[in-house]
């Protein structure tokens, strides 16, 4: 039984990892003879640090017609004079409302100060590629759709970070990026939301996911709910990810932004993902077993070389992160177990100096 699930698990992961060209075909549309005002919104609260190489990279994209708003969240440090310094326009935000979280206020008051036919939220801890921004309009604009995000790329600079593939792989396995998204089952992410102003006002914007713990998930949930055309850009073999990423520089705060993270994704995916993740478990594992089998052990060793060639298109991973992944199982589980019990508790939230109360699904 432990190795038909493991079997059943490896399936379903090299399934959930691969491309499909139905939902991954990207529309053939000609440049267009005036690009739309993109408005690039960013929140920053005491992200000093970060900024100068984001906004270096926004100033180097070769899309002709763009602003950059920086809305100083009521930062500590210096964010607000180095988003100035670096040529950002600065929106110095308000005192954050009740049952509002600090991201969402912080894109709620870009959007309202932006004049962008088309809004940008991005995070300070990316780095954009100088095509992306017209790869990306492109797309929105060639395929319909209300919002489009992004897969990132991880630049994983130290070597914990570095054998964390495996763990970035089934937060997509999870969340089936390659397939056609629906309503608890699509993959966003806040570092890269690019969607029309009209979409933005429909959904309700910021607000209408004012006090969950995340913004991504629910509002592309939302979108679909409301069936409004929804994608994930369709990066093609060898081409550059749209943005780069390192979202934390320490195995501790990698643990505690994770488990921010898993806690929201429980109440915005559905339940059927906990049983897979199941599957997930038993290929990593050989279905559990104590006493290896030929059968066993080539299901691990099938599993280890999936994550190996997938995590190569993900991030800067190493080749041992596969090797070691029911080391990188653990992990998750951890993560996952932390999250859940906060969830069950209702503990509050707590990041960047604010703690926050628990929200309820937006759709």
């Known amino acids: 039984m432990g190795t038909a699930l493991a079997l059943l698990g490896l399936l379903l992961l090299a399934y959930r990892l691969t491309p499909r060209a139905a939902a991954w075909r990207r529309p053939v549309v000609t440049e267009p003879k005036k690009w739309p005002l993109v408005s690039i919104i960013v929140p920053a609260r005491d992200e000093a640090a970060n900024l100068p190489r984001l906004l270096g990279s926004l100033r180097s994209l070769d899309y002709p017609h763009t602003e ?187 643990l505690a932004g994770w488990r921010r993270n898993f806690r929201a994704g429980f109440t915005e995916t559905t339940p059927i993902a906990g049983l897979e993740m199941v599957l997930f478990a038993a290929a990593i594992t050989g279905g559990g077993h104590f006493t290896a089998t030929w059968m066993t052990a080539l299901v691990m060793l099938a599993t280890m070389v999936v994550f190996a060639l997938r995590q190569r298109a993900s991030g800067n991973f190493h080749v041992a992160g596969a090797v070691l992944a029911p080391l990188v199982l653990v992990v998750f589980c951890y993560v996952s177990i932390l999250a859940f019990f906060d969830l069950v508790f209702r503990r509050k939230l707590a990041w960047k100096g604010r703690a926050y109360a628990v929200a309820a699904r937006s759709v």
């Open 68 to 254: 950059i708003l920086v809305v100083d969240d009521c930062s500590t440090d210096d964010t607000a004079s180095v988003a100035e310094r670096e040529g950002a326009r600065l929106i110095r935000g308000r005192a954050l409302p009740e049952k509002w979280r600090g991201k969402q206020w912080a894109c709620w008051q870009g959007a309202y100060h932006a004049r962008g036919d088309l809004f940008l939220f991005t995070d300070a801890d990316t780095n954009h590629e100088p095509d992306s921004l017209k790869r990306a309009v492109q797309d929105l604009v060639g395929s319909g759709s209300a919002m489009l995000s992004a897969l990132p790329f991880h630049e994983a600079k130290d070597l914990w970070e570095r054998l964390l593939g495996p763990f970035h792989l089934l937060l997509l396995a999870m969340t089936a990026p390659f397939g056609r998204p629906r309503e608890g089952r699509v993959f966003a992410i806040g570092q890269y939301l690019l969607m029309t102003r009209q979409a933005y006002r429909s959904l309700g914007g910021h607000s209408a996911v004012r006090n969950h713990a995340v913004e991504d998930l629910p509002l592309a949930n939302l979108c679909l709910f409301q069936k409004q055309p929804y994608r994930l850009y369709p990066a093609q073999a060898g081409e550059a990810p749209l943005f780069r990423v390192r979202m934390y520089t320490s195995f501790g705060d990698f």
